[in-house]
């Protein structure tokens, strides 16, 4: 396992390593939620060419959920092919209030090099967004919602429902 000082800055970005990693989850449930060298690397990409970009344009945001070894996964009941698992997504809502999460999914769709992207439970949910170097083909936006389980949308559907 390769160890991170999880109080520094991701190179190139103004998050700290432990954005990704810490769960309340797994300190109670006693879950080591540590990534291995290839998962961190995973962790760094998605933070400098997704959530950077996001934080530089619309301000602090939050990552809610970031990487989950298969334990925390399981613990949690995240799909068993997550791109948590592999430290290539993150779940990140603005903890500005005069920003929607239509507009950070609106500037990731349109702007970045995302592999997936979800709505979960809009307008007051979170973002899930992953990256995966070098494959950008999928490019693919869900919506999961009460009426929504992970269903394939465009922006305009979203915005037809949330906006």
Not at 75 to 90: D, I, K, R, T, Y
């Amino acid at each position: 396992m390769s160890l991170r000082d999880l109080n520094s800055p991701i190179l190139g970005t103004n998050f700290l390593y432990k954005e990704f990693v810490h769960s309340t989850t797994a300190i109670r449930q006693g879950i080591d939620n540590s990534p291995n060298e290839k998962q961190w690397q995973a962790i760094e990409a998605q933070a400098l060419f997704i959530w950077q970009p996001v934080r530089n344009l619309f301000g602090k945001i939050r990552i809610n959920s970031g990487f989950r070894c298969p334990e925390l996964n399981s613990f949690v009941g995240g799909s068993a092919n997550s791109n948590h698992l592999l430290g290539e997504a993150g779940d990140a809502e603005p903890l500005d209030r005069g920003v929607t999460l239509f507009e950070i999914l609106e500037f990731i769709y349109n702007q970045l090099p995302f592999y997936e992207l979800i709505a979960e439970y809009f307008p007051e949910g979170w973002i899930h967004a992953s990256y995966r170097a070098g494959a950008t083909s999928n490019r693919m936006l869900k919506l999961k919602d009460k009426n929504h389980n992970y269903t394939v949308v465009n922006l305009q559907y979203i915005k037809n429902l949330y906006r």
